[in-house]
């Protein structure tokens, strides 16, 4: 069965500093996602993209992230200059087309601790 | 008001019981309802889903969502310690994002 890989699974990194979180989506979906879980917390939407654009994001994406497509496989979030509350799980998701039989599938996500 | 609440728990009960997890939800575009587990430190898992109102039935599990009252239901029926999880609701609008609840800590006792 087709799944959504993550990597690294884990990264350690320093505050200030630029991490890159990349993800491999379901090969015929179209519509990706980035989502958080800062520990104990609920899981909480950070940006939508679609047609290499991005259609949606929240209050939390703000000019410290952006997302790219960069070859048609991968699909990153970069994180410019890290702080200490970007620690949490972040989780990549893909869905096919967003019809009504259509669900949003998630990788095992990239625990990211910054120190 | 948050879009979507969900009682955390802990919920615990024995092996073989009826669970009954629930939501309720603000924004009345909602059209399809997710139901995922996600076990400590993993990513969420896809357990079913409803298009609109109505009733749909998977093995042990049952999901009902009433768009009149905003409210979604989860059942799981002769529970199992496999079951223990946390179980999040995930209500969305088209293909736009899943607002979470959450989420319901279960925990099935043998």
């Known amino acids: 069965e087709p799944e959504v890989t993550q990597t690294p699974s884990h990264q350690v990194t320093q505050m200030g500093q630029e991490v890159i979180l990349r993800c491999v989506p379901i090969?015929?979906?179209?519509?990706f996602y980035w989502y958080r879980q800062i520990l104990g917390q609920k899981v909480e939407f950070l940006v939508s993209f679609y047609n290499n654009e991005i259609s949606e994001k929240s209050e939390i994406f703000d000019d410290q992230f952006s997302v790219e497509r960069p070859d048609g496989s991968n699909f990153t979030l970069k994180i410019r200059s890290t702080k200490l509350e970007d620690s949490a799980m972040y989780f990549c998701a893909c869905l096919r087309t967003g019809g009504s039989t259509d669900t949003q599938y998630f990788g095992p996500g990239t625990r990211l601790t910054v120190l | 008001q948050k879009e979507v609440e969900q009682d955390p728990g802990p919920l615990s009960v024995p092996e073989g019981a009826i669970v009954s997890l629930n939501c309720t939800y603000s924004n009345s575009a909602f059209q399809y309802f997710m139901w995922y587990r996600q076990y400590s430190r993993k990513g969420p898992e896809l357990l079913m889903y409803?298009?609109?109102?109505g009733n749909k039935e998977d093995g042990r599990f049952t999901a009902q969502v009433d768009k009149s009252s905003k409210y979604i239901s989860l059942f799981i029926r002769d529970s199992q310690p496999s079951d223990s999880a946390t179980y999040l609701c995930?209500?969305?609008?088209?293909?736009?994002?899943?607002?979470f609840g959450q989420g319901t800590r279960l925990t099935i006792n043998p």
């Open positions: 090969s015929n979906h179209l519509y």
């Open positions: 995930a209500p969305r609008q088209g293909a736009q994002k899943l607002v």
């Open positions: 409803t298009y609109s109102s």
